[in-house]
């Protein structure tokens, strides 16, 4: 009997620890500028000194991205500056006037598509960039981020969800990782630690691309060194907005047609649990004549998306169980 008794308690311990380390993931169907101040409130942590706003400005034909009407009032909410950094590639077309390759090209980008008559913006390896530490180097030794990330002491992670043709799904952990990296240590990722300086047109060559596997594992590692960053100085918070989920990014030139009906935004301090908590609402999504996840999970699976939520997870970086907190009731 006493056995028994004691088999229970621990079972019920076990349990209250398990609960005890669920995440809160808030939810709010609506997406609204208000919905964005209203979860951001929720979440209880206040963004202090000088606020970065790491957003994707998306390419300059992507009409997916997180438009500046959406996020304004949040951004002005906490004082924030946009941050973003170049890419590493270019679009193999011809419109240079669609690239982010370079800061020229990128400023013109930034200031079409809107943001610049709202924010001030701050491409953060427009002139350099700066090297922190990583706690998993198996794949990368370093995080090489943009050089002004040092200017900054919290950072809002506001994320758009939706696919990516390498990575499965773009959510927090890429915006962390692959976002906030310059244009070398979008490289040195990608190629999972082989190339540490960009050399343009080879990146995508048999010889400096990483196994996929790595490449997503190198870019938990880089995500948990900017949460690491962060967190040493004012703090971090993460937002994903579930619209215009294409199976492409927003780094894509011409992405390909939103299948998905908008779902909402989601918002937590652990962004594992904020990008599991999105990759369940897209398995749980039905077929219908207007609302189809067939192409998006598909895209994901194919690319073996989920193992950069769960190598985050292995890494300490946050946790898959989470409690789901319905603002809407």
Same mark, same amino acid.
Request: charged share 20%; glycine share 10%.
């Given at each position: 009997m006493k056995k028994i008794m004691i088999s229970m308690l621990l079972a019920i311990a076990t349990m209250a620890a398990s609960a005890q380390q669920a995440a809160k993931v808030y939810l709010t169907r609506e997406i609204? !500028? +208000?919905a964005l101040v209203k979860i951001y409130k929720a979440l209880g942590v206040e963004a202090k000194g000088r606020v970065a706003v790491k957003v994707s400005t998306g390419e300059g034909s992507n009409p997916n991205y997180l438009k500046p009407e959406l996020i304004k009032d949040l951004v002005l909410e906490v004082d924030g500056t946009i941050v973003e950094c170049n890419t590493a590639y270019g679009s193999g077309a011809g419109n240079e006037q669609d690239e982010r390759n370079t800061s020229a090209n990128h400023w013109k980008v930034i200031e079409r598509h809107g943001f610049l008559k709202y924010f001030p913006v701050d491409i953060m390896d427009e002139y350099d960039e700066i090297r922190i530490p990583v706690k998993d180097r198996s794949h990368i030794k370093y995080d090489i981020v943009g050089g002004h990330m040092a200017n900054y002491d919290f950072m809002i992670a506001l994320? *758009?969800?939706k696919g990516h !043709?390498? $990575? $499965?799904?773009g959510g927090a952990l890429k915006n962390l990782s692959i976002g906030c990296a310059s244009q070398n240590g979008k490289a040195y990722i990608h190629s999972s630690g082989k190339m540490e300086k960009l050399e343009m047109g080879k990146l995508w060559? !048999? +010889?400096f691309v990483g196994n996929q596997d790595g490449f997503l594992e190198s870019m938990a590692a880089a995500a948990q060194a900017v949460v690491n960053y962060f967190n040493k100085k004012q703090g971090i918070i993460y937002i994903n907005v579930m619209n215009n989920m294409?199976? #492409?990014c927003d780094c894509v030139d011409h992405p390909a047609p939103v299948k998905l009906e908008d779902y909402g935004i989601l918002a937590s301090t652990d962004p594992v649990a904020l990008d599991q908590a999105c990759i369940d609402i897209i398995n749980q999504q039905k077929v219908t004549t207007t609302n189809d996840p067939t192409d998006l999970l598909s895209r994901i699976d194919k690319q073996h998306g989920t193992h950069t939520i #769960? *190598?985050?997870e292995k890494l300490g970086l946050g946790s898959k169980r989470y409690k789901l907190v319905n603002l809407d009731k």
């Open positions: 609204t !500028p +208000e994320n *758009h969800f !043709p390498m $990575g $499965g799904y060559t !048999p +010889e294409s199976i #492409d #769960d *190598h985050a």
